[in-house]
């Protein structure tokens, strides 16, 4: 048990990741509220209905899916500290006018604040890469993962703890500023998004899309696409389920087995000595999910969470170390922002697939729908993961000699481990 612990200590000692992880959790946790808070406002405040609420959660998800390459481009660019404060100005303008707002200015308004959303998930993942070393990183990713988890399980509660207790319109302001507050936290940190080793060296150091947007990275984005439609399909079938035998009051607590068991997954995966395939830990976690549709009651679906939850920020993990090993130092903004633009898709066309499905079936395929995307977009990756990569004349301001050992170990991320 000495050796996890050593693990995650030398992560922390990293300098500036325990203040950059604690202030990210900050900014991370709002993010996941704002989607609710929003709902909470339509309804309570507005007096409209979910379907309308509905539109306008999608307006800003659709919105964060396009500003992730955008952002990432940015800092690529400037820096990660103009980019900071620049969205949190947005997301200060946006949330103190939300109480204020008419649903018809608020709809498109939603989409605009998605769009400059603060990329604390970006920045901070782009951070992990540039202070750790290799054999930290899986680690280090996974109490990023870990700390996702921990913002969806805390962030949407209290926004709906808060709403029933005080004014909607107060609740749409307090996560705005924590939002505000987590983005002008990091840029005063203004962590370091290169190592030594990757200074840019001007336009040379950006190599072009072709050059590294290759079978390995499009397996990977695809391989995150696939695992947040497949959670996002969970969330919406235990609830179908547990309708359906009426035990619909026991949601949360299967969602927080949920959640707990993919924190306990990711501690111990960041843990292991070895990595284990992605396409191999989503192909698991898809099969896991596809038997909780057999489960007769909220019980036995806490027994089947446990299972799946497991493998859940493992996935997510696996997933994020793989980009940060296949993007070169010039791109991986971009590259971070496809991988959060692929994650937010998936979550935005999971439930209504799962949901489509339950309507037309039973509560039971919600579960195989959700696993089977799990399943099928594992195998693309798997085979996408085997095609060889493209050879592109190298850069003439590219480091040769550092060159193969960098492409044996992104190969390495999403290849079969042997």
């Known amino acids: 048990m000495v050796a996890p612990v050593t693990s995650y200590r030398q992560v922390l000692a990293a300098p500036g990741m325990a203040p950059l992880l604690g202030v990210s959790l900050v900014a991370r946790v709002a993010i996941t509220a704002d989607v609710m808070a929003l709902t909470m406002y339509i309804v309570l405040g507005l007096h409209m209905s979910y379907a309308a609420a509905g539109g306008v959660a999608a307006a800003m998800t659709a919105g964060m899916a396009l500003g992730g390459p955008l952002a990432g481009r940015m800092v690529d660019r400037r820096g990660p500290r103009i980019v900071l404060l620049v969205t949190a100005a947005a997301q200060v ?35 992990i890469t540039a202070t750790t070393t290799a054999g930290q990183r899986r680690a280090a990713f996974a109490l990023e993962s870990v700390q996702g988890e921990l913002s969806y399980m805390v962030g949407p509660p209290i926004a709906i703890l808060c709403a029933s207790q005080l004014s909607s319109g107060v609740v749409a302001w307090g996560v705005g500023a924590a939002i505000a507050a987590g983005g002008v936290g990091i ?118 969470g446990v299972g799946a939850g497991l493998l859940t920020a493992p996935t997510l993990s696996a997933v994020a170390d ?71 004349r190298p850069s003439p301001s590219a480091p040769g000699p550092a060159e193969p050992p960098a492409l044996e170990s992104c190969t390495a991320a999403v290849r079969p481990t042997m």
């Open 322 to 392: 793989a980009v940060s090993r296949l993007a070169p130092a010039g791109v991986r903004g971009v590259a971070t922002g496809l991988q959060s633009s692929a994650l937010s898709a998936g979550f935005a066309l999971g439930s209504p697939i799962v949901g489509g499905t339950i309507d037309a079936w039973v509560p039971v395929g919600g579960f195989a729908v959700a696993g089977l995307a799990g399943l099928v977009t594992a195998l693309t990756g798997y085979l996408l993961s085997r095609r060889p990569p493209a050879q592109h």
């Open 93 to 127: 303008v946006f949330w103190l006018g939300v109480p204020a707002l008419p649903y018809g200015i608020l709809l498109p308004a939603a989409g605009a604040a998605g769009l400059l959303m603060v990329p604390a998930q970006l920045v901070t993942r782009q951070a």
């Open 187 to 304: 840029a005063l940190l203004n962590p370091p998004l290169r190592a030594d080793s990757e200074i840019d060296a001007g336009p040379a150091g950006r190599p072009r899309l072709r050059e590294w947007m290759g079978p390995r990275m499009i397996a990977v984005l695809v391989m995150a696409f696939g695992t947040t439609m497949l959670l996002s399909g969970t969330d919406l079938a235990i609830v179908a389920t547990l309708k359906a035998v009426g035990q619909v009051s026991w949601a949360a607590v299967v969602v927080a087995v949920y959640g707990a068991s993919s924190v306990v997954g990711g501690l111990v995966y960041g843990a292991l000595s070895r990595p284990l395939s992605t396409w191999l830990l989503l192909g698991l976690l898809g099969l896991a999910t596809i038997p909780a549709g057999l489960a007769p009651g909220w019980a036995w679906l806490c027994v089947a």
